[in-house]
């Protein structure tokens, strides 16, 4: 089986919910349950993949012929013919990698951490990425001296000031996410920074964006009884890292290698929405896939 780790960059809020939930949060965002780290399902991925590449075909006018048969090889066939074969392509969910948070020098801050990264260098099969050490206590680390967000030797972000320090280990990270998540000038590297996985945990919860929305009654033009309602979204510049994994196809008179699976998948960087609330503005992305390490550079 072949896989290729892909980017996930919000251009604008991202909600990928589980529904109404009991907390204060009427529409939370998708956590994993063990870390609480947000991310984007997998089925809710493939299943605008798919999409995009149906469209394709449609506005072509070829969605009866071999094409729409190789998509099917590709994504599996419709629901209700489900039981002739499986799809070659499963997609992994979307974890979060770097999250967007205000800070009072350089307007905001990619903010990581430790764990984050080790979860990203495990889907990217990268042995050659370090990761930035921490001593006990709470701390921030950035790439260079030309960190946009350092202030009197300290960085701000939200309501905390935390002492910074320059890690040569967020270097060879920067390296590789700068020219997806910030192609032609560089926004990103000096506003990369890493903190301490339990400083992470409190961002992953505060600093999510929360909005609240109302139902007018078309009658009174006042809120609907009721109709109140706060909704939880990644911010703007948040990114996501997952997999694709592809097998051969198993739709007959249709073989396909496991490289054909996934350049069809995922042929290049793309602009597609994700998630909910489209119509509000909500889950423009680009998908990035992600180009593999150099020879010599991971396992």
């Known amino acids: 089986m072949l896989t290729r780790p892909f980017l996930l960059h919000a251009l604008s809020p991202l909600h990928a919910g589980t529904g109404q939930a009991a907390g204060i949060v009427d529409l939370p965002i998708a956590r994993m349950k063990a870390t609480g780290i947000p991310f984007v399902p997998g089925s809710s991925i493939k299943g605008v993949l798919r999409d995009a590449r149906m469209s394709v075909i449609r506005d072509a006018g070829r969605e009866n012929g071999a094409e729409s048969d190789r998509l099917k090889a590709v994504f599996g066939p419709e629901t209700d013919k ?68 350092v202030h009197n030797g300290k960085i701000y972000l939200e309501d905390l000031d935390l002492p910074a320090q320059r890690s040569e280990e967020l270097a060879g990270w920067a390296k590789l996410l700068a020219p997806l998540a910030s192609p032609g000038e560089d926004l990103f590297t000096k506003r990369l920074l890493a903190v301490d996985d339990d400083t992470m945990s409190f961002l992953m919860e505060t600093a999510t964006q929360l909005d609240a929305r109302v139902r007018l009654d078309p009658n009174t033009r006042t809120v609907a009884e009721g109709a109140l309602w706060l909704e939880e979204s990644l911010p703007a510049e948040s990114l996501l890292l997952g997999l694709l994994a592809a097998d051969r196809s198993r739709r007959k008179e249709h073989p396909m290698g496991p490289e054909e699976v996934l350049g069809l998948a995922l042929p290049g960087e793309q602009v597609l929405q994700f998630g909910g609330k489209a119509t509000v503005g909500r889950g423009r992305c680009r998908i990035v896939p992600v180009p593999p390490a150099a020879p010599g550079g991971g396992r």
Do not use: N
């Open 82 to 149: 489900a039981g002739e074969h499986a799809g070659a392509l499963v997609v992994g969910d979307a974890r979060l990698l770097a999250l967007p948070v205000r800070s009072f020098r350089g307007t905001f801050a990619y903010v990581t951490s430790p764990l984050l990264l080790e979860l990203a260098r495990r889907d990217l099969g990268r042995s050659d990425l370090k990761l930035p050490p921490f001593a006990p206590g709470r701390g921030a680390r950035c790439v260079g001296a030309d960190c946009v967000c």
